[in-house]
């Protein structure tokens, strides 16, 4: 049992890797929305059986003047998340970005299974404000099939030809398939709901906020002269990890007043701190002074962030550099 247990194991996981890799030619495709965002939902199958898996592909593409990002997870009905793969964001002539996620996912029973609705909140810029926006899609059903067997109608069984056999009494094996059969998919359901539950934990704000940031630096919106938007994807950063890491509200308080709140955090004492004043200020000026720093100033205050986000890091997680 423990050998069997193994080898289903490693089946499933060179299985799962395997599908991400290959090339999936999409038979059903959804657009939602229209520029400056738009959501593209591609199917690999119009139908499938409950044995077979379901290649499901997101497509996000957003303008230069929106901020946009995937949603981390996706409503499903009757089926389970075998495994994710998300690509980099890709820049586009714009100056937008597209990002990809692909997702591997087998159905429970048969029947109809749905995806979604899928919410994609989005902020978009208008004027000197930023204007918070949902795009939704419809639910997507998807038709699972039984194995091979009629869902509808009597079964028909024609008689043998030529002479017949020997008669041997088969319901040992037949109920000895059925155990076999059912031991396997319950191992694999077993499975799918253990890296589901994994895949749901959720990630601890300084790792999220480093993850940000390098997205953000990746991006290289300070080449690209786009210093407006990245100054206020940099702070929305900081400010976000305010918020989720130390209850502090920074997204909706003013630079004067996330300093006041710092300083009351005992956790919060430390040289980098000085660092995200620096910065809040000189967002400011940029957004409302139209002041323009240099190239390496910004770099700086990219590479603060991240000193500051790993220095107030939990002690038995200090992330490495990034």
């Known amino acids: 049992m423990r050998w069997g247990f193994l080898v289903l194991a490693v089946f499933l996981a060179c299985d799962g890797g395997q599908g991400l890799r290959e090339e999936i030619q999409w038979k059903r495709s959804f657009t939602y929305g229209s520029p400056p965002v738009q959501l593209t939902v591609n199917l690999g199958e119009d139908s499938l059986t409950a044995a077979s898996t379901l290649h499901v592909e997101l497509v996000l593409e957003a303008a230069s003047a929106v901020r946009a990002r995937l949603p981390d997870s996706i409503p499903l009905e009757g089926l389970l998340v075998r495994s994710a793969s998300a690509s980099p964001p890709e820049p586009m002539p714009d100056g937008g970005h597209r990002e990809r996620t692909r997702v591997v996912l087998e159905p429970m029973l048969p029947g109809t299974a749905a995806i979604g609705p899928i919410v994609a909140s989005y902020e978009q810029q208008e004027g000197e404000q930023w204007i918070a926006h949902r795009l939704q899609t419809s639910r997507i059903d998807v038709h699972v099939a039984s194995l091979g067997v009629p869902e509808q109608g009597p079964i028909e069984f024609k008689a043998p030809r030529g002479p017949a056999w020997p ?8 109920i000895a398939g059925m155990v076999c059969l059912v031991a396997v998919f319950g191992l694999a359901y077993w499975a799918s709901l253990r890296r589901a539950r ?21 991006r290289d919106l300070v080449r690209r002269g786009e210093l407006l938007r990245f100054y206020g994807e940099l702070t929305d950063i900081i400010r976000h990890y305010l918020d989720r890491g130390f209850d502090i509200p920074a997204p909706d308080l003013t630079t004067e007043e996330v300093t006041q709140r710092l300083r009351s955090v005992e ?11 620096t910065l809040l200020d000189e967002a400011d000026l940029v957004k409302f002074a139209k002041f323009e720093p240099a190239r390496e100033t910004a770099e700086e205050r ?7 986000v790993r220095a107030t ?9 990034v």
């Open 167 to 174: 008669h041997t009494n088969i319901l040992p094996y037949v």
């Open 198 to 218: 994994k895949a749901a934990e959720p990630i601890p704000p300084h790792r999220l906020a480093l993850r940000e940031l390098r997205d953000l630096e990746h």
């Open 302 to 308: 990219l590479a603060g962030a991240k000193a500051f």
């Open 313 to 321: 890091a939990p002690q038995e997680e200090q992330p490495s550099a």
């Open 267 to 277: 956790r919060l004492r430390v040289e980098p701190t000085s660092q995200i004043r």
